[in-house]
């Protein structure tokens, strides 16, 4: 099976420039996440959709980010505008089950963004 | 809220030894447990989870519930073991929190 396919894979903005990311997940995936990992960090969760409804996005700054999975398929994660402390790496990851509890999540090759 | 703890950034070990990468965990509920790898320039992707209670490329891990742990292990550390490794905790929510990794590496 294809695997979670992210675009672009790097990406250059100066701050206060708005930036958008694309991820689609495996086929059949009912959960899909995105997470924001910084240098030197492990992969923080910004949110979490079952389908297309959103389960988690408790540590999402909504002031700046947002995020959508139109058609419970494809998401996009959007951040406008960008500050010099969003320079990271932007995964995305699916999992099969509605219940996410046990289920393996399946990693994209991520976005790198630098933020100048 | 819940919490993964991984205690070395930097791991080192001679090609034959044994390693043990530890996680430590904070969660009130019942939580599910995985360890996940990162091999240079290739993506993250699952190693290990407690509930498949399975041996992957030599390396094990138990859960002790009662230290709050999930250390991974392997007898006879090889080359191709290094890594990045991170452990990630599930709640019962779904909800998925990571600790900032292990690098390991695995000297000839």
């Known amino acids: 099976e294809a695997g979670v396919a992210q675009s672009p894979r790097y990406k250059i903005i100066e701050k206060r420039q708005s930036v958008a990311f694309w991820c689609n997940p495996i086929s059949g995936h009912a959960t899909l996440y995105w997470y924001q990992q910084i240098l030197g960090q492990g992969p923080k969760l910004l949110i979490q959709?079952?389908?297309?409804?959103?389960?988690?996005d408790s540590q999402l700054p909504k002031d700046r980010f947002s995020a959508e999975r139109l058609k419970g398929v494809d998401s996009t994660l959007k951040i406008q505008p960008a500050k010099l402390e969003d320079s990271a790496v932007y995964l995305c990851a699916s999992s099969s089950e509605l219940d996410s509890y046990q289920e393996t999540q399946y990693f994209g090759p991520g976005t790198r963004l630098l933020v100048l | 809220a819940q919490r993964v703890t991984q205690p070395e950034k930097l791991l080192s070990v001679f090609k034959g030894a044994p390693v043990e990468l530890k996680c430590n965990y904070s969660y009130s509920g019942s939580p599910e447990l995985f360890w996940y790898v990162q091999y240079s320039r290739q993506r993250l992707q699952l190693l290990l989870r407690?509930?498949s209670r399975e041996s992957i490329k030599g390396f094990t891990a138990d859960l002790n519930k009662g230290e709050t742990s999930f250390h991974l292990k392997k007898p006879f550390a090889q080359e191709e073991d290094s890594a990045m490794y991170y452990c990630a905790l599930n709640t019962n929510a779904g909800k998925s929190t990571f600790g900032d990794g292990t690098t390991l590496t695995v000297k000839p």
């Open positions: 407690h509930i």
């Open positions: 959709f079952q389908n297309n409804g959103v389960v988690d």
